[in-house]
């Protein structure tokens, strides 16, 4: 399984997100902003505010996904 291991600010709305096989993109959420929840993040000042909180899912079997 490959998961997301960090993700930085890189400009605008450019993330560039690291997984645990060591690729890297970047991804422009620019276009993601538009509706709902995601409307404040359109402030650069506070886009750029992100953190990533890693969470784990544990099913009754016991794996960790």
């Known amino acids: 399984m ?9 400009k605008d709305y450019v993330l560039l997100i690291s997984f645990s ?3 890297k993109k970047s991804v ?8 709902g929840v995601f409307i404040p993040l359109k402030d650069k000042t ?4 992100f953190y ?3 969470l784990f899912c544990i099913p009754l079997n016991g794996i960790f996904l």
Not at 2 to 10: E, G
Not at 28 to 35: A, C, G, I, Y
């Open 46 to 49: 506070y886009f750029k505010r």
């Open 28 to 35: 422009d959420l620019q276009n993601e902003l538009d509706e």
């Open 2 to 10: 490959i998961w997301i291991t960090d993700a930085a600010y890189i």
């Open 52 to 54: 990533m909180v890693i």
């Open 21 to 23: 096989n060591g690729v």
